[in-house]
């Protein structure tokens, strides 16, 4: 099979578009690697930020397969269902969600309305834009404020979570001054944070679960995933080891991955996703409650990710894997 691998160079440092030529991420590398080995005939091409550029590279791309792994367009995450949009409009065979399963994805606040629609629990939010309240539930504090369309903890640091108004305020101001989008402030659910790899279309299958431990981090940092915890290599959070649980009963197991499918199926997703959920045990009346905190449409795929460390668990090396995810695409 001839498969183009499409991809969007971003700057390491502070996740905005790169000036120049650069090489391809270590992703791109690593899928192409696989492919190649596997008997396809695989290249890289590199998303340009020209959208009438990107037509004519995508037009004139003669491969049976794209596999996308772009995740923003000119250096703009929300521009990601975008070039979904244009690989539809060209009608070209590709990897994960359509621009509509994208775009339900990014806006976290209509999916949770969606979840909450289908009786999947999420922690209680408010959407604010500058100047007026869009939606909201009523909220206690703790409160995690955070972008409503951002993805890989852009804007989530230790400062995320609030206690009381004032750091609320000052922290909603921030985040439209910052990035200037819509704020979502959710609940913050205390306990423990894990990830739900799925996979499938007609029938998707989840995962196991997979479960960054912060219990050894120290006190004074805040137990979340906070863009530092996820891309700083000298952050304390290195300390924090991603297992598989095992005390988690088997029917909370159960609910957890029916959840995460559900949500995977409801957002429209296909091929793979990952959920991103928080588990809470009441240790008095031992009941376990799981939120589902957002849905990775498109999720990090490197060897070392969280998707490849659930699919080896599963049975799935690397490279049956990604050998899978084409496939998936190829046959729809």
């Known amino acids: 099979m001839r498969i183009t691998i499409l991809y969007d160079i971003q700057d390491e440092e502070d996740g905005k578009r790169a000036n120049g030529e650069q090489p391809a991420p270590v992703v791109c590398q690593q899928v192409e690697d696989v492919l190649t080995k596997r008997g396809h005939e695989a290249k890289l091409l590199a998303a340009s930020d020209n959208i009438r550029t990107l037509a004519s590279q995508i037009d004139k791309d003669n491969s049976d397969l794209i596999f996308n792994l772009c995740e923003s367009l000119k250096g703009i995450s929300q521009y990601e269902q975008n070039v979904a949009s244009l690989l539809e409009v060209l009608g070209k065979r590709f990897t994960g969600a359509e621009a509509f399963g994208l775009a339900l994805a990014q806006d976290k606040a209509l999916s949770k309305k969606i979840f909450h629609f289908h009786g999947i629990r999420y922690p209680k939010f408010s959407l604010m834009r500058a100047g007026r309240v869009d939606y909201s539930d009523e909220l206690d504090f703790p409160l995690i404020v955070k972008p409503a369309n951002e993805d890989s903890s852009i804007g989530i640091d230790g400062n995320a979570i609030v206690r009381n108004l004032k ?40 995962l196991p679960i ?46 957890i991955q029916e959840d995460a499918v559900n949500a995977f199926k409801l957002l429209h997703l296909r091929d793979y996703g990952r959920v991103d959920m928080r588990l809470f045990h ?27 460390m659930s699919a080896r668990k599963h049975g799935l090396s690397y490279p049956d894997l990604v050998e899978k995810i084409a496939q998936m695409a190829f046959e729809r």
Do not use: C
């Not at 921030?174 to 007609?202: A, C, M, Q």
């Open 167 to 206: 750091d609320l305020m000052e922290r909603i101001s921030y985040i439209h001054t910052e990035f200037n989008t819509p704020v979502l402030i959710e609940e913050f659910i205390e306990g423990r944070e894990l990830y739900i790899g799925v996979l499938g279309n007609d029938k998707p299958e989840a």
């Open 210 to 255: 997979l479960e960054w431990d912060f219990s050894s981090i120290p006190d004074d940092f805040p137990k979340i995933a906070t863009n530092e915890a996820k891309w700083d290599e000298d952050s304390v959070y290195k300390q924090a080891p991603e297992v598989f649980p095992n005390d988690i009963p088997g029917e909370v197991v159960q609910r």
């Open 282 to 308: 009441d240790a008095k009346t031992d009941e376990w409650r799981n939120y589902i905190i957002e849905v990775n449409p498109n999720p990090y795929l490197e060897k070392k990710s969280e998707l490849a």
